[in-house]
């Protein structure tokens, strides 16, 4: 079991700055690729950033350039810089973990993924 504590969300204005992070506890931490994934209201989960258990990132097209993932497994904690932020970025953001797959790898799709946080409330205003 990995349980997934995520902190760091608020309301900020648009152009401004967040880092959320994320806290893993349980099983070794090292092991898991990680993500972040976004839910607005009235629509699906999306996929934002992963980052393999190599240290390999990969970005959805909507934040590359602006959001920057990024984990320290001395500390079991996976990060997630987001500059330039939009109204567009509100929405509930989640950490997740998925252990399968090759030392590169991560997922795209919300299936994949064992064990989620909590979720994180993001507000960007207009």
């Known amino acids: 079991q990995v349980q997934l504590v995520e902190s760091g969300g608020g309301l900020v204005q648009a152009g401004g700055s967040l880092r959320l992070s994320c806290a893993a506890s349980g099983r070794t931490f090292s092991s898991y690729a990680m993500g972040w994934f976004r839910q607005a209201p009235g629509k699906e989960r999306e996929y934002v950033a992963a980052a393999s258990r190599s240290g390999n990132t990969y970005y959805a097209d909507s934040v590359k350039g602006r959001f920057t993932i990024s984990r320290d497994n001395a500390k079991n904690t996976v990060y997630l810089q987001m500059n330039s932020l939009k109204p567009e970025d509100t929405a509930v953001y989640y950490c997740?973990?998925?252990?399968?797959?090759?030392?590169?790898?991560?997922?795209?799709?919300?299936?994949?993924?064992?064990?989620w946080g909590q979720g994180t409330q993001v507000t960007v205003s207009s």
């Open positions: 997740a973990a998925h252990g399968s797959g090759s030392y590169h790898y991560v997922s795209r799709g919300p299936s994949d993924y064992d064990y």
